[in-house]
């Protein structure tokens, strides 16, 4: 085994030993992803919803636009962080991946921050992203997602973060 896949590894065993535990829904819609979708790696995890929440906390965001819900795992784990005002706006193309979501967000108090738009055109994304302006959260790795980056630093003000994940799994 080379050298920099056991750092890796060492360096992930690391930050599961020292990251708090998912609460008992994500750890359920975790589980239930992995059990129920044709393509459960795309989900977060744990880890990149630690680091989320980390970014929420340190640049006091309010107001977050993701790209790509998929099951509403990152939605959940960021919506936990965020303050009581603060709201997620989050778009998906799949419908079928937005009603999961919403069963869950359903099921959790911060649910009510979250909000689902089923969307493959930039008229929906505009409406989403309007006076949502501190972190944008894009999975890179969903569909046309390297379109809609180009759309967003455009969308992004200079009071804003753009998080770009699964990029580095590519």
């Given at each position: 085994m080379p050298i920099s896949k056991l750092k890796s590894e060492e360096i992930l065993d690391y930050c599961r030993q020292h990251s708090k535990a998912d609460s008992s829904l994500l750890s359920n819609l975790e589980k239930y992803t992995w059990e129920n979708e044709d393509v459960p790696q795309m989900i977060s995890g744990s880890l990149v919803g630690k680091f989320?929440?980390?970014?929420?906390?340190m640049t006091n965001a309010k107001r977050i636009v993701e790209v790509g819900t998929f099951t509403g795992y990152?939605?959940?784990?960021?919506?936990?962080?965020?303050?009581?005002?603060?709201?997620i706006h989050t778009c998906e193309l799949m419908e079928k991946h937005a009603i999961t979501a919403q069963s869950f967000f359903n099921k959790s108090e911060y649910g009510k921050?979250?909000?689902?738009?089923?969307?493959?055109?930039?008229?929906?994304?505009d409406r989403a992203t309007r006076n949502l302006k501190n972190v944008y959260l894009v999975e890179a790795s969903k569909a046309s997602a390297y379109d809609l980056i180009?759309?967003?630093?455009?969308?992004?003000?200079?009071?804003?973060?753009?998080?770009?994940?699964?990029?580095l799994k590519q």
């Amino acid at each position: 085994m080379p050298i920099s896949k056991l750092k890796s590894e060492e360096i992930l065993d690391y930050c599961r030993q020292h990251s708090k535990a998912d609460s008992s829904l994500l750890s359920n819609l975790e589980k239930y992803t992995w059990e129920n979708e044709d393509v459960p790696q795309m989900i977060s995890g744990s880890l990149v919803g630690k680091f989320l929440q980390s970014i929420i906390i340190m640049t006091n965001a309010k107001r977050i636009v993701e790209v790509g819900t998929f099951t509403g795992y990152s939605a959940l784990q960021m919506a936990e962080v965020l303050p009581t005002d603060g709201e997620i706006h989050t778009c998906e193309l799949m419908e079928k991946h937005a009603i999961t979501a919403q069963s869950f967000f359903n099921k959790s108090e911060y649910g009510k921050k979250i909000t689902i738009l089923v969307t493959g055109s930039d008229l929906n994304l505009d409406r989403a992203t309007r006076n949502l302006k501190n972190v944008y959260l894009v999975e890179a790795s969903k569909a046309s997602a390297y379109d809609l980056i180009d759309c967003e630093i455009i969308l992004i003000d200079k009071a804003s973060i753009a998080v770009l994940t699964d990029i580095l799994k590519q």
